[in-house]
């Protein structure tokens, strides 16, 4: 049984005291992680105040992005390393804003997820299209074809661990979700490329989550989908109480 994961991705948003401030406010309130895994990914600026306050509660926290290399000449980078070293459990990898304004290739995103696991962080490989190619019906082959790069190299016992987002770059931020029909198709599909590429255990344990426009409003029926194990959460994701009632879909 895969858990479901609730992950907000708060992008380039709040501050320090920001965040001590939000995590006071969820804390107590978070569902058990064996039901619900809750995680707030922040910026790197934010992450030792996260975890810090977050220790002892029901929240697991996030990076945004991090580099394949642990460390030397990379001004400005995150290393995977001091990312375990901190506590950070997850760590988003290839969002789409990531791959568009900062030119992360498919060949970055492999070497982040082996870096990442090589140092006990658990990758969230986004993958999604955009309305072009949705337009011209090749979704499939698009998203099919990022999952097979992100994943190369990776054993079956990392990809059992992994947690996969579908992300379709229409839906990011536009209130625009993708119908739960066609988040659950794209999805599924996601998990048959596991498949074909791994086995059917590693398939049936990878998790994955869809990002969009996710809301309290219809996270529950997102969520009610066999092959949606989660949610990856922008805008609806930096209010405590809006944040609640996501992870608390259950209720
Ligand atoms: P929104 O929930 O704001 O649409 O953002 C989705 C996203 O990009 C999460 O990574």
Known sequence: MRTPIIAGNWKLH???EQTI???NAVKGKLPDPSKVESVIAAPAVD????KKTAEGSNLHTGAENA???VEGAFTGETSPKVLNEMGIDYCIIGHSERRGYFHETDEDINKKAKALFANGVTPIICCGES???REANKQDEWVVAQIKAALDGLTEEQVSKLVIAYEPIWAIGTGKTASADQAEEMCKTIRETVKDLYNEETAENVRIQYGGSVKPANVKELMSKPDID??????A???PESFLALVNYQD
């Open 67 to 69: 580099y394949f290399e």
């Open 21 to 23: 401030e939000f995590v």
């Open 14 to 16: 709040m501050n320090p």
């Open 47 to 50: 992450l030792y105040v996260l």
């Open 230 to 235: 989660g949610g990856l959460v922008g805008g």
């Open 131 to 133: 309305l072009e190619t």
């Open 237 to 239: 994701s930096l209010d």
